[in-house]
């Protein structure tokens, strides 16, 4: 086990390369965009949308954590996102009062729940298939929902529970005007929400750079082989589980933290979020952590600006029914363009563009021990 | 058959490369099975034998090389193509479908139903009494021996003129191992067979030819008479390597 | 042989468990709401029967989770629904004839016409993705979006109301036991698709090979059949029986709308998990225990209805992972 292994030294490489890459640049300017956002668009629609895109990049890379690294789909992912919005609303907003101590509590339940109920489900499920993984979160996903929405007394019901934030955070807070930027409780939550996401991204880009990460990869690509070196895969796919999940809990907080409500559709749904986090990773690609910024920010921007699109081709085509039919069914293309690029793309933007990189730098093709390689669905039969 | 030479080439594997997900286990493999005889592949496990026979069937797609099989090239074609032509596969797990009976698993054999086949069923069932004592049984139930002669029946049962068999000595005892040397030896009067053999007993007192397979690649070949005089390969390849794995 | 007398009498007890398990409610429920209960809960099995059926035979067969299935419901209960829709005066007349003419001529319809969609899913869409769970879920999810969207697009966002055929509707009155003639004609259609399978898959050839599938693609792939036309008629059987199932569903919940699917298609991951994978036997008793413990406790204690069958899914897979039947792999 011990020295370098090939793997580590292409490792120690690559971080080398990173500083001198066009991609840190990148990072830093988009860093940097979404620092300046309140400064350089202070209209809420831009500081939500902006807002809105990093909760999702975040989201969908913690999704990733289960998705691309460990080769689990869970459609419960939105749930435990609603877990945590729903804790922290009920602490500072339905069963106390906003003070920072309740809101840290918050979290806390959040992550405590989410990590019990993770592991149960990973407890039953992956003992039979991974695959009933995939069946069994949609089931208990869609009973959260029930749950959520039948328990009026305890969770609000359909209507959902309002949260005041404590302190700087809070909406009416105001702190006057700065180098002409008006510093409300909003734009400190913003920051705060911004600050919490990058340091949550950190923490899950190293946990698959740990030598955990990596097993687990190993996992992912040949669950035989890794059962064969000894490594207990149900008990890594377990860990790896519960830590995207509670990532996705204190993503699910901040959410509630940022959009002030929590209700059953809006932070738990099945058809709401996860359909939002599966087209945003599937476009960024699967197995990248920062696939998610580009999916979010790709869906978000659309999703945003569709109305503004079909306006504009109402006024240019008033005639093509069809086409208003179909852009009123934006999901529809969504779909299509989902498919397509899993069987097209399967690797996603981030995915295709690193591997032509990599194609170009290197005379031959090599196998790339970080990038993910799924059994491609060629078009054998 | 009878109208072939004796020398005559039934299949001709040349240079053929497979890969299993990302390692490359056959690396330019090529071996031939002659007309009017036993081909056996020896070599340690990981060698690639079975992977050669699962390659010339079908299941598992070549990356480059050509297979040859009465002169026609067989590598594009899809498994039950290939098996169509003639060919029949005994696997190394045999493949019984053990919760079908034995005689389900002699139709789901049988390819076409007429006069031709019925015949064959018969001279089958006649070399193997045991399935025709077990024919409404549970495959599943039936013993190891029993299992590999059910997996060699289904693969006579049609016309097939080259059989691939992945060892079928593999748990056995010694005494079901003369049965199956028995069975191959008949079986050989109407077809030619191509043998992954580990079981050196076995290997001798059916085959005629030989390929030692190492590291995806054939080592040595020759009549099988050479092998059993030549003792230092017997035990580089057969007997003394496998102690090491 | 030890072993075998164990099983048998493991079937024994497990008969007669059921039995009790099945007498349990009577404790709480007057017997003649009982039997209702009782007829209820068989014909929503027969029908979740129908859903989980091909779930369960697709996965057996080609190793692949549709996830898609549901979509496939919504779209037969739609198709279903336009046959009432041009039909209408044969739907309402007071003629048992005219009635079962229409029915009949919705389920034919909606069952070919979702049949080749499910050929076309199948050639187009999941044969891209054989051996590779993740994309399969994936990609049939994205199918699912697709499906649903055209069924909006095709027939509009909102829920249409669905007529039951006249001679169906109404119920008879057995000795004070009420007893809904629709619920009655979802049953024998259960048990006539499951019989007409279980005829299929044990006396006819092909029937035969499909099992060996079940249990050894390859195997059945070296022995000279071609294996993907088979996948592509399994695909479309699974998707058939799901489009009569999603007919029979909307006229016994006297509704059709666009997200239908979702539900069933729940209920059919539950029923193929507690009856095994892969197993039509289990996905008939799985269905019967989901849809007898659904009416059971949605009469005893409604808002635990939606909980139960997660439950007892939970519990069968700690106790019996694999499921009551699980198939021969």
Same mark, same amino acid.
């Given at each position: ?217 190993? +996992? ?73 910024? +580009? ?87 | ?245 | ?329």
């Amino acid at each position: 086990m011990a020295g370098p292994t090939p793997v580590q030294i292409f490792h120690e490489e690559e971080k080398k390369r990173q500083y001198r890459s066009g991609t840190f640049f990148l990072k830093v300017g988009l860093l940097l965009l979404f620092l300046l956002v309140p400064v350089l668009f202070p209209a809420f629609k831009t500081i939500d949308l902006a807002m809105q895109i990093v909760l999702f990049a975040v989201l969908v890379a913690s999704f990733d954590i289960l998705l691309g690294y460990t080769g689990i789909l869970s459609f419960g992912h939105g749930m435990f996102f609603g877990i945590g919005a729903y804790c922290v609303a009920f602490l500072i907003g339905k069963y106390g009062m906003p003070s920072y101590t309740n809101l840290a509590l918050g979290f806390l339940i959040a992550a405590i729940v989410s990590a019990a109920l993770a592991l149960l489900i990973s407890f039953l499920t992956l003992r039979v298939k991974t695959i009933f993984f995939a069946m069994i979160t949609l089931a208990i996903a869609e009973l959260a929902i029930i749950l959520a929405t039948k328990l009026t007394g305890f969770t609000g019901g359909e209507d959902g529970i309002s949260l005041n934030t404590p302190g700087i955070f809070a909406v009416s807070f105001n702190m006057g005007d700065f180098m002409g930027l008006e510093i409300t409780g909003r734009v400190f939550t913003y920051y705060f929400i911004l600050f919490s996401c990058i340091a949550l991204f950190l923490i899950m880009l190293r946990f698959t750079r740990s030598p955990l990460g990596r097993v687990l990869q190993a +996992i992912r690509d040949n669950v035989q082989r890794a059962e064969a070196l000894g490594y207990n895969t149900f008990l890594y796919q377990s860990i790896s589980i519960t830590f995207g999940c509670i990532m996705a809990a204190l993503i699910g907080g901040l959410y509630a933290m940022w959009v002030g409500y929590v209700n059953p559709e809006s932070s738990l749904g099945v058809l709401t979020i996860m359909l939002d986090v599966l087209l945003m990773v599937i476009i960024g690609g699967m197995g990248t952590l920062y696939g998610g910024i +580009i999916g979010a920010a790709f869906l978000k921007i659309t999703q945003t600006f569709l109305p503004d699109l079909q306006h504009l081709a109402m006024d240019l085509f008033p005639h093509a029914q069809l086409l208003h039919n179909v852009l009123e069914r934006w999901l529809l293309l969504f779909g299509i363009l989902f498919i397509l690029v899993v069987i097209f793309f399967p690797k996603g933007v981030i995915g295709s563009v690193n591997e032509y990189l990599l194609q170009r730098k290197m005379a031959k093709p090599t196998i790339s021990p970080s990038s993910f390689t799924p059994t491609p669905p060629g078009n054998r039969p | 058959m009878g109208e072939q030479g004796v020398d005559e080439t039934i299949l001709e594997v040349q240079g053929v490369h497979t890969f299993i997900g990302q390692h490359h286990i056959l690396q330019g493999i090529s071996f031939d099975a002659k007309a009017d005889a036993v081909t056996v592949l020896i070599g340690r496990n990981g060698a690639g034998k079975s992977t050669a026979l699962k390659t010339v069937i079908g299941l598992l797609p070549s990356s480059k090389g050509k297979i040859i099989y009465k002169g026609k090239e067989i590598q594009k074609n899809r498994p039950f193509e290939i098996a169509r032509m003639g060919i029949g596969f005994v696997p190394e797990n045999m493949g019984i479908f053990s919760e079908l009976t034995v005689e389900e698993n002699m139709r789901v054999a049988m390819l076409v139903e007429n006069e031709a086949t019925a015949r064959r069923l018969d001279r089958t069932l006649e070399m193997f009494a045991d399935l025709k004592k077990f024919w409404k049984a549970k495959a599943g139930n039936l013993s190891g021996g029993q299992k590999q002669m059910l997996a060699i029946a289904r693969a006579i049962v049609n016309d097939t003129s080259l059989l691939l068999i992945d060892e079928p000595s593999k748990g056995l005892a010694p005494i079901i191992v003369d049965a199956v040397i028995d069975a191959i030896n008949r079986i050989k009067e109407h077809s030619v067979v191509v043998l992954v053999e580990q079981n050196f007993y076995m290997a001798s007192s059916v085959g005629d030819y030989f390929f030692i397979l190492d590291d995806g690649m054939v080592a040595h070949a020759g009549h099988v008479e050479a092998l059993i005089q030549d003792e230092a390969l017997q035990s580089k390849y057969l007997g003394i390597s496998e102690a090491e794995e | 042989m030890a072993e075998s007398i164990l099983r048998r009498w493991n079937q024994e007890l497990t008969i007669a468990g059921a039995i009790v398990l099945l007498l349990l409610p009577l404790i709480g429920i007057q017997p003649k709401t009982y039997l209702t209960l009782t007829i209820a809960g068989i014909a929503m099995g027969m029908l979740l029967f129908l859903v989980a059926s091909g779930v369960s035979i697709i996965f057996g067969l080609m190793d692949v989770l549709n996830f898609a299935h549901g979509a496939l419901f919504a779209w037969g209960a739609y198709v279903g629904f336009t046959v009432f829709k041009y039909l209408m005066k044969w739907v309402v007349a007071d003629s048992v004839l005219q009635n079962l003419a229409v029915f009949f001529i919705a389920i034919v319809a909606a069952m070919v016409a979702v049949a080749l969609l499910g050929v076309v899913l199948e050639r187009v869409i999941v044969r891209r993705v054989y051996g590779n769970h993740l994309f399969q879920i994936l990609i049939t999810f994205g199918a699912t979006i697709v499906l649903v969207e055209l069924i909006r697009v095709f027939w509009g966002p909102n829920d249409e109301t669905m007529t039951v055929p006249l001679t169906f509707a109404g119920n008879w009155d057995i000795m004070d036991v009420i007893v809904y003639r629709y619920r009655v004609i979802c049953i024998v259609i259960g048990a006539m698709v499951y019989a007409v399978l279980q005829l299929i898959l044990k006396k006819t050839k092909l029937g035969t090979i499909v099992r060996a599938g079940v249990e050894d693609r390859d195997m059945v792939q070296a022995m000279g059949h071609n294996i993907y036309l088979l996948f592509t008629g399994v695909f479309a059987v699974g998707a058939g029986l799901a489009a009569l199932g999603g007919l029979a569903m909307s006229i016994f919940s006297l509704q059709v709308y666009p997200d239908m699917g979702g539900t069933y298609l729940l209920f059919a991951f539950i029923v193929v998990i507690i009856g095994g994978l892969g197993s039509v036997t289990g996905s008939l008793v799985g269905a019967l225990i989901v849809g007898l413990t659904y009416n059971y406790v949605a009469y005893l204690v409604p808002w635990a209805a939606a909980g139960v069958n997660i439950l007892i899914m939970i519990i069968i897979l700690l106790i019996r992972p694999t499921g009551l039947f699980a198939a021969g792999k």
